[in-house]
């Protein structure tokens, strides 16, 4: 009984490791794809690349459902591993980390109804978008040298 015991006990720390491991990569894989919305999105707004509407869209589409359940990737214990860059403020201040993520959504909701059909329009609601980003970043993330 007592190997038993003691075995569950492994596997549930083993099992709540790995488990932390896998919300740390998820919350990596959203922000890359965050990244690569971003910069297609200033690219866009900078005439760097010919401008797509339907592409712009789609990044700040993808964008919002990416983060819609955001906060959930941040639980208690998952704080540090997985050369994570998540500042400890998260768990410290996950009110207000859940309040910027909602100004974000706020902002997303409106550049995504806006549309925005040329670069002028997108870099008018890029500016609100991309100022929750590093907001975020400076608040809620360890930088890295």
């Not at 910069?39 to 990416?66: F, I, N, W």
Request: aromatic fraction near 6%; include cysteine; glycine fraction near 8%.
């Amino acid at each position: 009984m007592k190997k038993l015991f003691f075995s569950v006990a492994a596997a549930t720390v083993l099992f709540a490791g790995v488990a932390h491991a896998d919300v740390i990569a998820d919350r990596k894989a959203e922000m890359k794809n965050n990244g690569a919305s971003i910069k297609l999105l200033s690219q866009s707004a900078k005439g760097e690349v010919p401008y797509d509407a339907a592409a712009v869209l789609a990044a700040l589409t993808s964008m919002r459902k990416t983060t819609s359940n955001f906060a959930d990737l941040f639980p208690a214990g998952s704080e540090t591993g997985g050369e994570t860059t998540a500042s400890p403020k998260i768990w410290e201040d996950m009110n207000g980390f859940k309040t910027a993520l909602a100004k974000f959504h706020t902002d997303l909701d409106a550049a995504i109804a806006a549309a925005p059909a040329d670069p002028a329009a997108l870099g008018a609601v890029l500016g609100a978008v991309g100022g929750n980003c590093q907001s975020c970043h400076e608040s809620y993330r360890i930088m890295k040298n």
